[in-house]
Nanobody, 128 residues
């Protein structure tokens, strides 16, 4: 059973930074795409960023381009999301997710249905 455990969330003022981490068990059983999603109260789940594990290709939601960076450390079996210049609208529960397929992430799309494994989430709160 693949388990994903997020950490690094917290409260920060607008303009600040946070780095989220996602530690994965059974890293070898994870498919070729990992990503981050977020859900704000009363809003739908939004794909934030994804990375294809084998070639490092990344995708970002327009709302976070230039501010967030997704990265992976295979030696540590960990996925990261570096979030800079945070805004109040970034406030949400952030989830790590992984696919179970051999093919990489879709270009320009980060879709919930492409991910089989999910973490429990970590809360990010940005105050103005």
């Amino acid at each position: 059973q693949v388990q994903l455990v997020e950490s690094g969330g917290g409260s920060v003022q607008a303009g600040g930074s946070l780095r989220l981490s996602c530690a994965a068990s059974r890293y070898g059983a994870i498919g070729n795409c990992m990503g981050w999603f977020r859900q704000a109260p009363g809003k739908e789940l939004e794909g934030v960023a994804s990375v294809t594990r084998t070639n490092g290709q990344t995708n970002y939601a327009d709302s976070v381009k230039g501010r967030f960076t997704i990265s992976q450390d295979n030696a540590k079996r960990t996925l990261y999301l570096q979030m800079n210049n945070l805004k109040p609208e970034d406030t949400a529960m952030y989830y790590c997710a992984a696919s179970n397929a051999y093919y990489g992430c879709l270009d320009l799309q980060i879709r919930r249905e492409d991910f089989a494994y999910w973490g429990q989430g970590t809360q990010v709160t940005v105050s103005s």
